[in-house]
């Protein structure tokens, strides 16, 4: 089985422009997390997909949004980007997005904000 | 609302030798314990998870974990770590009744030397 595929895997951008994610999960998954991993917070959830719905949410402003397709994939966009927003992008998915299941993670989105 | 404290953020240790990580985790509900491992330029792999049970946990690498709810506490040990052990390691907790929103700590470097 494939794993957890994110594109692109760098990014460079300018303060103020948007940027968009994407990632596509484990064949048969439902559920898709985003997390933003930096040296200085560490990794913070972000948000949670499931059947097209968010589901959970993070402590993120109003810049920070997603969505899920009919096939489970799932973007993420950031718009009037920060410097702050330099970080990885993490992308896992699951099955169904239960408590006690395995989080399978993505190689991650590198961005760079200038 | 949980935290997770990792008190180590660099444990350099000789190869062969016996390791242990310390996690400490807060929550006023019933949490779920993982431990994450994340290698250079790779995203997270899970390494064990406490899930109900015993409250030893081991991993398929030698690893093992033990939930200990009085000290709220979840530290992770090997006997004898080899080179390829070098990586930061996550611990991290949910809440058994919610969905998939990982709280990480802010992680431990491995660091195996000869």
């Known amino acids: 089985?494939?794993?957890?595929?994110?594109?692109?895997?760098?990014?460079?951008?300018?303060?103020?422009?948007?940027?968009?994610?994407?990632?596509?999960?484990?064949?048969?998954?439902?559920?898709?997390?985003?997390?933003?991993?930096?040296?200085?917070?560490?990794?913070?959830?972000?948000?949670?997909?499931f059947s097209e719905t968010q589901r959970n949410k993070g402590n993120f402003p109003g810049r920070f949004s997603g969505r899920q397709f009919s096939n489970s994939r799932s973007e993420m966009n950031v718009s009037?980007?920060?410097?702050?927003?330099?970080?990885?992008?993490?992308?896992?998915?699951?099955?169904?997005?239960?408590?006690?299941?395995?989080?399978y993670f993505g190689p991650g989105t590198r961005l760079l904000v200038l | 609302a949980q935290s997770v404290t990792q008190l180590d953020s660099q444990v350099p240790v000789f190869e062969e030798a016996p390791v242990e990580l310390r996690c400490n985790y807060s929550s006023s509900v019933s949490v779920?314990?993982?431990?994450?491992?994340?290698?250079?330029?790779?995203?997270?792999?899970?390494?064990?998870?406490?899930?109900?049970?015993?409250t030893l946990v081991e991993s398929i690498n030698g690893f093992e974990a033990e939930?200990?709810?009085?000290?709220?506490?979840?530290?992770?040990?090997?006997?004898?770590?080899?080179?390829?052990?070098?990586?930061?390691?996550?611990?991290?907790v949910t809440p058994t009744g919610g969905g998939n929103k990982l709280t990480f700590g802010t992680g431990t470097q491995l660091k195996v030397e000869l």
């Open chain 2, 32 to 54: 779920y314990l993982f431990w994450y491992v994340q290698y250079p330029n790779q995203g997270l792999q899970l390494l064990l998870k406490y899930l109900s049970g015993s």
């Open chain 2, 67 to 92: 939930f200990n709810k009085s000290q709220t506490s979840f530290h992770l040990r090997k006997p004898s770590v080899h080179i390829s052990d070098t990586a930061e390691y996550f611990c991290a």
């Open chain 1, 1 to 49: 089985k494939a794993g957890v595929t994110q594109t692109p895997r760098y990014l460079i951008k300018t303060r103020g422009q948007q940027v968009t994610l994407s990632c596509s999960p484990i064949s048969g998954h439902r559920s898709v997390s985003w997390y933003q991993q930096t040296p200085g917070q560490g990794l913070q959830f972000l948000f949670e997909y």
């Open chain 1, 80 to 103: 009037t980007l920060e410097l702050g927003d330099s970080a990885l992008y993490l992308c896992a998915s699951s099955s169904s997005g239960g408590a006690s299941e395995t989080q």
